[in-house]
């Protein structure tokens, strides 16, 4: 299984970028899609989450009205669209997969397999 993040980059205070995570290695149907980030010094944070299947979404208090998580089933791929973004959204973008819906959807432990990581800096 391989997942692969990308679509990082530098941004102001208010604008708008969109991650992507590229899934490959087997068939996510009953998959959870999950992204997480984690900021210098801070443990990581959940930010989204979307059921394969059903296409079904959670997020993180932090990001709600704000981040968008969305899937292409055709293409096996999962999307972050960030808008309105603040300094405080700085921080390593990584996107998961694991099989918890629930009350565990938002701990990293419930996630099987990770991607690399892309880089997000929101200036002020």
């Known amino acids: 299984v391989q997942l692969q993040a990308s679509g990082g980059g530098l941004v102001q205070t208010g604008g708008s970028l969109r991650l992507s995570c590229a899934a490959s290695g087997r068939a996510f149907s009953e998959y959870i899609m999950g992204w997480f980030r984690q900021a210098p010094g801070k443990e990581r944070e959940f930010v989204a989450a979307?059921?394969?299947?059903?296409?079904?979404?959670y997020y993180g208090d932090s990001v709600k009205g704000r981040f968008t998580i969305s899937r292409d089933n055709a293409k096996n791929m999962v999307y972050l669209q960030m808008n309105s973004l603040k300094p405080d959204d700085t921080a390593v973008y990584f996107c998961a997969a694991g099989r918890a819906w629930g009350k565990t959807t938002q701990n990293d432990r419930s996630y099987d397999y990770w991607g690399q990581g892309t880089l997000v800096t929101v200036s002020s």
């Open positions: 979307i059921r394969w299947a059903s296409g079904t979404t």
